[in-house]
Structures are given as structure tokens and as C-alpha cells.
């Protein structure tokens, strides 16, 4: 059974740093692409980043790109993402993602954490 556990969501201040951690159980993470999803009250899910097992291919949206960094830690099957400089705007829910193949912009990811909230008050 595969699961994607999040954690170290919270509230930071706007212009803060705040990391978040995906632990995966029940896959093995070669030939998986891992990633990074939000969502906003009212708003759609929307991708933020996404690497390839072999971390060859990493992407982002723009809306983050040069701010937030995402890793993976095979050793100890987890997913980081770093987040600085932070805008009210990236208020949501982050969740973590994996799906075989490469990464995708879409949700077309096979299976996704339970969401963790990251809230920066304006």
C-alpha cells in the first residue's frame, strides 16, 4: 500500500522560509516522478514542482520558480520542498504527489498525501 505522508507545514510570516517533507512508503521511488501540488480556498489544484527519481528533470511554476527548491532524498525515501521568500499568495494546501513516468503539470498523478496546510497571512 502506497502511501505519502506530509509534514512542517505552518504559518510564516510573508518574506519567511518554511520547508515541508513528504515521507513515501510502499513504492520504490525509481522510475517514479515525485512532485508538489497546491491548493487555495475556491481555487483549483495547481502543480508547483515536480523531479525525476534520478533527479535529471526538475520543474516548476512560475509563480515559484527562484523561490522554492524541491529534493529528494532516496536514502530516506522523502521529498523536500524549500520555500523562501513567502507571499500570502502561496497560501494552501500542499500536497505531495507521485506518479510513474515524467513529470506532468497536470494532477495526472497516481497517488497524493492527505495535504498539509502552509499559510502566510498578509
Known amino acids: 500500500q502506497v502511501q505519502l505522508i506530509e509534514s512542517g507545514g505552518g504559518l510564516v510570516q510573508a518574506g519567511g522560509s518554511l520547508g515541508i517533507s513528504c515521507v513515501a512508503s510502499g513504492l520504490t521511488l525509481r522510475t517514479y516522478t515525485m512532485g508538489w501540488f497546491r491548493q487555495a480556498p475556491g481555487e483549483e489544484r495547481e502543480f508547483v514542482a515536480g523531479?525525476?527519481?534520478?533527479?535529471?528533470?526538475?520543474e516548476y511554476s512560475d509563480s515559484v520558480k527562484g523561490r522554492f527548491t524541491v529534493s529528494l532524498d532516496h536514502a530516506a525515501k522523502t521529498l523536500y520542498l524549500q520555500m523562501k521568500n513567502l507571499k500570502p499568495a502561496d497560501t494552501a494546501v500542499y500536497y505531495c504527489?507521485?506518479?510513474?513516468?515524467?513529470?506532468?503539470?497536470?494532477?495526472?498523478?497516481?497517488?497524493w498525501g492527505q495535504g498539509i496546510q502552509v499559510t502566510v497571512p498578509s
Open positions: 504527489t507521485a506518479r510513474k513516468g515524467i513529470v506532468v503539470r497536470t494532477v495526472q498523478y497516481e497517488y
Open positions: 523531479i525525476r527519481w534520478d533527479g535529471e528533470r526538475i
